[in-house]
C-alpha cells in the first residue's frame, strides 16, 4: 500500500475566514445580525419629549400671563383696580385760635368770648342776679321799682346767628298779647370778624306774671353775631311803645358798640 501526503478525497476542507468586521454566525457564510461598528442608539424619543415639555411650559406661561393683565396681581379685574395716588405731601395750616384779649374797642361791660359793650347814659345793672349774660334796665323818671326798657346780652354755642335770633324772640314774647314777630332779616354789620347776623323785631302787650291786669305794650328786636368760631352774641333790647322813638338810639348805640368788640 502506498502512503498519501495531502487530504484524502473526502476530508472537510478548511473552516470559512471570518467576515470583516466581527465572527461569522455557527454554520453561516457572512456576517451574522451585529451593529455596525462604533455606531450609538438614536435619542429621538428622547428629544421629543424634551420639545413637547418646553411647548406645554410657554403655553402655561402665556395664559398666566393673560391672566395678570386682565385680573391684576391681587385677583380684581383691572378696570376696577385704583392706582396709587401720587403727588406731594400736603401739611393743612394751623387752625387758628380764637384771641379774647381785650381790645381797644372792649370798652364798658365784659360779656364773654372778647365781647364787650357800653351802656347807654342812664342805663343801670339789672337787680335780679339769677339770669344769664349781661342785663340792663332803664329805669323810669321818678317810679321807683318800674322800668322803661331793658337791654340783655346773651351768648350761645349750640344756636347759629339765625336760629339764636328767632329763638329768643319766640321766649321774650311768650308772656305777650296780641305779639307780632317780624320776618327775621339778615344784617351786615361793618366788622369782618362777623361772620353772620340776624335781626327779629316784635311787640305786643306785656302782661305782668304778678298782676294779671297790668299790661304795658313793648317794642323790641334782637339782634344776633355770629363770630368766625361759630360763637353767638345776641342782644334783646326792647322799650315800652310810648317812649321807643324818642330813645331807640340808645338801643342802637348799644348795638354799635357790641359790633365794634369783635
Known amino acids: 500500500m502506498s ?37 450609538q442608539p438614536k435619542k429621538a424619543s428622547r428629544t421629543a419629549w424634551i420639545i413637547m415639555v418646553g411647548a406645554i411650559v410657554a403655553v402655561l ?4 400671563g393673560v391672566v395678570l393683565l386682565v385680573t391684576g396681581k391681587d385677583g380684581k379685574p ?27 374797642n ?6 364773654g368770648y372778647g365781647i364787650w359793650f357800653t351802656p347807654s347814659k342812664g342805663w343801670l345793672r339789672s337787680p335780679d342776679t ?21 337791654y340783655w346780652v346773651r351768648q350761645t354755642t349750640l344756636y347759629d346767628a339765625k336760629g339764636f335770633a328767632e329763638h329768643l ?23 369782618p370778624k362777623i ?16 298782676n294779671k291786669t297790668i299790661k304795658i305794650k313793648m317794642r323790641g328786636f334782637v ?15 326792647a322799650l315800652e311803645a310810648r317812649v321807643y322813638d324818642r330813645r331807640v338810639n340808645e338801643l342802637k348805640y348799644m348795638n354799635n358798640s357790641v359790633v365794634k368788640s369783635f
Open 106 to 111: 372792649d370798652v364798658g361791660v365784659e360779656v
Open 130 to 150: 339769677k339770669i344769664s349774660g349781661q342785663n340792663y334796665i332803664l329805669q323810669q323818671f321818678n317810679s321807683r321799682g318800674l322800668i322803661d326798657g331793658y
Open 223 to 237: 339782634t344776633a353775631y355770629q363770630d368766625q368760631f361759630d360763637r353767638v352774641t345776641a342782644t334783646d333790647a
Open 61 to 64: 406661561l402665556v395664559a398666566g
Open 169 to 191: 324772640a319766640d321766649i321774650e314774647t311768650s308772656s305777650y298779647e296780641g305779639v307780632r314777630i317780624g320776618k327775621t332779616i339778615e344784617c351786615k354789620p361793618d366788622n
Open 195 to 210: 361772620k353772620s347776623c340776624y335781626a327779629v323785631s316784635y311787640d305786643g302787650l306785656w302782661v305782668s306774671p304778678k
Open 3 to 39: 502512503q498519501q501526503y495531502g487530504p484524502g478525497p473526502h476530508a472537510p476542507g478548511p473552516p470559512p475566514a471570518p467576515a470583516p468586521g466581527g465572527p461569522g454566525a455557527p454554520g453561516g457564510w457572512g456576517p451574522g445580525p451585529m451593529r455596525p461598528p462604533n455606531q
Open 78 to 104: 383691572a378696570a376696577e383696580q385704583t392706582p396709587d395716588p401720587t403727588g406731594t405731601l400736603y401739611t393743612p395750616s394751623p387752625t387758628p385760635s380764637p384771641d379774647d384779649s381785650k381790645g381797644p
